[in-house]
């Protein structure tokens, strides 16, 4: 057992966050080529990166899917996840921060931390997934390491701890000094091998400043950082190293450090930080599931009963992929395990360690492993995987509510039913999809993310099933809420018609929530007129009756019901006499108020060139933007709005002509907003 349970502590399971461009996936190729899982460098400009391997991915020079990959570093296995940053995918990175262990955050030297950076990193909070920070592109022009700190502090409230200092800047930037140790690593033109020499001359007292600095924030955080530092006042790398080590883990601090990953510059410092800083399998905390409503705990013991999470399916010509991160216990080829969620059982036809679209066969897989799995049938993103006789149920990662919508319809009749199979099959993938029929008009309608996500799932369709697919205008998901609700509305509830029949009575009050996302029931009924069985079945009914409002059909929300009074019949009443009088009097209460409309809103980023503010101010305030910010980076303009999501169609192709290809964005959701009275609904 001992011996299982040292191999974990080798184990790092990690993920690459960033916004989009930031360079993930080129720090990711690095990372394979440093650790000679590959032996020639992949460019995202050329299509030839191992995780980027889809053809849309290579087609448009982003990442699009979460592809996992197995590398080796002294004496180390990392499983690492390269995520996507374009906000319209932000689900697979949730799948993927849900399973994960630790991450490395990427900056762009020259933008800092900028909007998907920031979302990303929150996601990363709710999960506690502890955190290394390393800053690329520093040989870019305008890249300045300080500033990129700034804005971490700034906006993303760490304590970065900054352990390297660049040598050289821009075009000369040629390699770093590690705070730590006191040594000056520097790359040549190729890249290929870090050369340690003594700390540069130049650099030397300004080394001596930040390492003091390095010195004093781990020991204003760490106690016994703070107790040798008081006693020697001077910290060892050893004791750094150790006080590092707990701060990232307790995200009580995050390490920063720096590079050039186009260059292959900082990789291997990168690496070691990885093995050094983040966490082992057997450091995280033990995974918490449910069981017949009991809370449990499964460590991470290989000769614990099995348990995994599925985090992410992928159909193949070749068959079914599952992706799984295993708690606790061991799984083999040809072993039954147990589907909780759908309770039935399911046989593992072949376990896989994943390099991106290859594959290599294994005999087993452990507590702490990533893997694929061939032969489930049933199992979903989502879906709990255990042993039969030790049933567990684990928290699945979160979806959120899909914001835009298209309707989809194939060309051909004969090809509609090929169609609802491959839009299954989608959704299936990707959870973060929804497709349904709109009742008035019969058309399927694909709901995503955003207008770049459902392209995406669309060209999916057509590429992978030979379909000719149709696609309607994008519209976007609306809700509808109450301005000004109304008191007292009684509403009776009888049905006879032979046999037991149906009654019952109440009364509720409708009023406006502060916050419009959000539905809140209350009952202050007294006297017992109303039993609390009878009460849960108004609120049950009313929760029925905001799947549709009254303006156009849409999802109500932020409203407050109360149930202040009621009246029951001695034989006739029911739960579901109540749940339908609940239905009923809040439809008929929605019709009575003041309702107002609410469009989706998004904050967008824009940068341009200096010369282009003017127009594109003039763009947004034209698409109902309300410009919230203003800055100058490394010589372009950046301008931060909130803008309607509806008003953002196209907004791309409209940029870059007006900025004659030169003006790019980026948009990330932040709620809801009153629409105008004239906004189309439909």
Same mark, same amino acid.
């Given at each position: 057992?001992?011996?299982?349970?040292?191999?974990?502590?080798?184990?790092?399971?990690?993920?690459?966050?960033?916004?989009?461009?930031?360079?993930?996936?080129?720090?990711?190729?690095?990372?394979?080529? =440093?650790?000679?899982?590959?032996?020639?460098?992949?460019?995202?400009?050329?299509?030839?990166?191992?995780?980027?391997?889809?053809?849309?991915?290579?087609?448009?020079?982003?990442?699009?899917?979460?592809?996992?990959?197995?590398?080796?570093?002294?004496?180390?296995?990392?499983?690492?996840?390269?995520?996507p940053?374009?906000?319209?995918?932000?689900?697979?990175?949730?799948?993927?921060?849900?399973?994960?262990?630790?991450?490395?955050?990427?900056?762009?030297?020259?933008?800092?931390?900028?909007?998907?950076?920031?979302?990303?990193?929150?996601?990363?909070?709710?999960?506690?997934?502890?955190?290394?920070?390393?800053?690329?592109?520093?040989?870019?022009?305008?890249? !300045?390491?300080?500033?990129?700190?700034?804005?971490?502090?700034?906006?993303?409230?760490?304590?970065?701890?900054?352990?390297?200092l660049?040598?050289?800047?821009?075009?000369?930037?040629?390699?770093?000094?590690?705070?730590?140790?006191?040594?000056a690593?520097?790359?040549?033109?190729?890249? !290929?091998?870090?050369?340690e020499?003594?700390?540069?001359?130049?650099?030397?007292?300004?080394?001596l400043?930040?390492?003091?600095?390095?010195?004093?924030?781990?020991?204003?955080?760490?106690?016994?950082?703070?107790?040798?530092?008081?006693?020697r006042?001077?910290?060892?790398?050893?004791?750094?190293?150790?006080?590092?080590?707990?701060l990232?883990?307790?995200?009580?601090?995050?390490v920063?450090?720096?590079?050039?990953?186009?260059?292959?510059?900082?990789?291997?410092?990168?690496?070691?930080?990885?093995?050094?800083?983040?966490?082992?399998?057997?450091?995280?905390?033990?995974?918490?599931?449910?069981?017949?409503?009991?809370?449990?705990?499964?460590?991470?013991?290989?000769?614990?009963?099995?348990?995994?999470?599925?985090?992410?399916?992928?159909?193949?010509?070749?068959?079914?992929?599952?992706?799984?991160?295993?708690?606790?216990?061991t799984?083999?080829?040809?072993?039954?395990?147990?589907? =909780?969620?759908?309770?039935?059982t399911?046989?593992?036809?072949?376990?896989?360690?994943?390099?991106?679209?290859?594959?290599?066969?294994?005999? *087993?897989?452990?507590?702490?492993?990533?893997?694929?799995?061939?032969?489930?049938?049933?199992? *979903?993103?989502?879906?709990?995987?255990?042993?039969?006789?030790?049933?567990?149920?684990?928290?699945?990662?979160?979806?959120?509510?899909?914001?835009?919508?298209?309707?989809?319809?194939?060309?051909?009749? =004969?090809?509609? !039913?090929?169609?609802?199979?491959?839009?299954?099959?989608?959704?299936?993938e990707?959870?973060?999809?929804v497709?349904?029929?709109?009742?008035? $008009?019969?058309?399927?309608?694909?709901?995503?993310?955003?207008?770049?996500?459902?392209?995406?799932?669309?060209?999916?369709?057509? *590429?992978?099933?030979?379909?000719?697919?149709?696609?309607?205008?994008?519209?976007?998901?609306?809700?509808?809420?109450v301005?000004?609700?109304?008191?007292?509305?009684?509403?009776?509830?009888?049905k006879?018609?032979? &046999?037991?029949?149906?009654?019952?009575?109440?009364?509720?009050?409708?009023?406006?929530?502060?916050?419009?996302? &959000?539905?809140?029931?209350?009952?202050?009924?007294?006297?017992?007129?109303?039993?609390?069985?009878?009460?849960?079945?108004?609120?049950?009914?009313?929760?029925?009756?905001?799947?549709e409002?009254p303006?156009?059909?849409?999802?109500?929300?932020?409203?407050?019901?109360?149930?202040?009074?009621?009246?029951?019949?001695?034989?006739?009443?029911?739960?579901?006499?109540?749940?339908?009088?609940?239905?009923?009097?809040?439809?008929?209460a929605?019709?009575?108020?003041?309702?107002?409309?609410?469009?989706?809103?998004?904050?967008?980023?824009?940068?341009?060139?200096?010369?282009?503010?003017?127009t594109?101010? &003039?763009?947004?305030?034209?698409?109902?933007?309300?410009?919230?910010?203003? =800055?100058?980076?490394?010589?372009?303009?950046?301008?931060t709005?909130?803008?309607?999501?509806?008003?953002?169609? &196209?907004y791309? $192709?409209r940029?870059?002509?007006?900025?004659?290809?030169?003006?790019?964005?980026?948009?990330?959701?932040?709620?809801?907003?009153?629409?105008p009275?004239?906004?189309?609904? *439909?």
């Open positions: 057992m001992r011996t299982n349970l040292n191999a974990l502590t080798v184990v790092r399971n990690l993920g690459i966050l960033a916004h989009v461009d930031a360079g993930k996936t080129t720090v990711t190729e690095r990372i394979l080529y =440093a650790t000679g899982t590959t032996h020639r460098r992949g460019e995202v400009h050329d299509g030839t990166t191992v995780t980027d391997f889809d053809p849309q991915e290579r087609d448009r020079g982003i990442t699009i899917f979460a592809a996992a990959v197995s590398c080796a570093w002294d004496g180390h296995r990392i499983n690492l996840i390269d995520t940053g374009h906000v319209d995918f932000a689900d697979e990175v949730e799948r993927s921060l849900r399973v994960l262990d630790g991450a490395v955050a990427v900056f762009d030297a020259v933008a800092g931390v900028e909007p998907q950076s920031e979302s990303v990193w929150r996601q990363a909070d709710r999960y506690g997934v502890p955190r290394i920070a390393f800053v690329n592109k520093l040989d870019r022009a305008g890249a !300045d390491l300080d500033t990129a700190v700034a804005s971490i502090r700034e906006r993303l409230h760490p304590a970065p701890l900054v352990v390297q660049p040598i050289g800047a821009e075009d000369g930037f040629t390699g770093v000094v590690d705070l730590l140790r006191m040594r690593l520097t790359w040549g033109e190729d890249g !290929d091998t870090a050369t020499g003594p700390v540069p001359d130049a650099l030397y007292d300004e080394a400043r930040r390492r003091r600095l390095l010195e004093e924030a781990v020991a204003e955080r760490h106690p016994a950082a703070l107790e040798e530092f008081c006693d006042e001077t910290l060892s790398a050893a004791s750094l190293t150790a006080a590092l080590r707990d990232t883990r307790s995200g009580d601090g995050v920063v450090l720096c590079g050039s990953a186009y260059r292959n510059r900082g990789i291997e410092p990168l690496l070691d930080a990885v093995v050094a800083y983040l966490p082992s399998p057997l450091d995280v905390p033990a995974v918490r599931g449910t069981h017949d409503g009991s809370e449990q705990e499964r460590a991470a013991d290989p000769h614990a009963p099995f348990a995994a999470l599925a985090f992410k399916v992928h159909a193949t010509a070749t068959g079914r992929l599952t992706y799984l991160r295993v708690y606790s216990g799984i083999g080829k040809g072993d039954t395990v147990l589907d =909780a969620g759908a309770g039935r399911e046989r593992i036809g072949r376990i896989l360690r994943v390099r991106a679209d290859r594959h290599a066969q294994v005999d *087993r897989a452990l507590a702490g492993d990533i893997v694929a799995v061939v032969g489930l049938k049933s199992a *979903r993103a989502g879906s709990t995987l255990c042993a039969p006789g030790a049933p567990l149920v684990l928290e699945p990662p979160s979806v959120a509510d899909p914001v835009v919508s298209v309707a989809v319809e194939a060309r051909g009749p =004969a090809d509609t !039913d090929r169609l609802a199979s491959a839009l299954a099959r989608l959704v299936e990707d959870p973060s999809l497709v349904r029929t709109d009742p008035e $008009t019969g058309q399927t309608v694909l709901s995503g993310m955003g207008e770049l996500h459902l392209e995406v799932a669309v060209e999916k369709v057509r *590429r992978d099933h030979g379909l000719a697919v149709a696609v309607g205008r994008p519209g976007v998901s609306y809700r509808e809420t301005a000004r609700g109304v008191s007292g509305l009684v509403h009776r509830h009888v006879q018609d032979g &046999g037991a029949g149906q009654f019952a009575q109440v009364v509720i009050d409708v009023e406006p929530l502060e916050e419009i996302m &959000g539905f809140e029931f209350r009952s202050t009924v007294v006297g017992g007129r109303v039993p609390q069985e009878y009460v849960r079945a108004v609120e049950a009914g009313c929760r029925d009756a905001l799947t409002g303006l156009g059909g849409h999802p109500v929300t932020g409203l407050r019901v109360t149930l202040t009074d009621g009246a029951t019949h001695v034989k006739d009443s029911s739960d579901m006499a109540f749940r339908t009088a609940g239905r009923f009097a809040l439809r008929e929605l019709r009575a108020s003041a309702m107002t409309l609410l469009e989706p809103v998004v904050e967008v980023t824009v940068t341009v060139p200096e010369d282009a503010v003017g594109v101010l &003039g763009d947004l305030a034209a698409r109902r933007g309300r410009v919230s910010g203003s =800055a100058t980076r490394a010589g372009a303009a950046v301008v709005a909130t803008v309607p999501l509806a008003e953002l169609f &196209g791309a $192709t940029l870059r002509s007006r900025t004659q290809g030169r003006g790019t964005f980026t948009a990330r959701p932040t709620g809801y907003a009153p629409a009275a004239a906004t189309p609904t *439909r």
